[in-house]
Nanobody
């Protein structure tokens, strides 16, 4: 499976971005997906996850109410809509695919995209 994340960029605090992650090389719609991020000098952390059907989602407390994860299985793509961005949201955002389930820990995901950089100016 190859995952390609894109959509990052520079945005002012309070602004919004929409990240996309396109999957190829394997049937996409049977697997759970997640977004993680790694800020400068920080460890990678969980952001959001979505079940294979799109029927269930889960968010880190730090983004709840501001970020929305969704997916389009027909397009093999998962999205992360990020609103009301804060400087602390600045990070490289990675999408990940889990073969056997979902969760908030890195080891629960089997495939990772290379990441897309989000910069938030104050």
């Amino acid at each position: 499976v190859q995952l390609q994340a894109f959509g990052g960029g520079l945005v002012q605090a309070g602004g919004f971005l929409r990240l996309s992650c396109a999957a190829s090389g394997r049937t996409f719609n049977g697997y759970d997906m997640a977004w993680f991020r790694q800020g400068p000098g920080k460890e990678r952390e969980f952001v959001a996850a979505i079940r294979w059907s799109g029927g269930s989602t889960y968010y880190a407390d730090s983004v709840k109410g501001r970020f929305t994860v969704s997916r389009d299985n027909a397009r093999n793509t998962v999205y992360l809509q990020m609103n009301s961005l804060k400087p602390e949201d600045a990070a490289v955002y990675h999408c990940a695919l889990g073969l056997t389930g979902w969760g908030t820990l890195e080891y629960e995901y089997d495939y990772w995209g290379q990441g897309t950089l989000v910069t938030v100016s104050s």
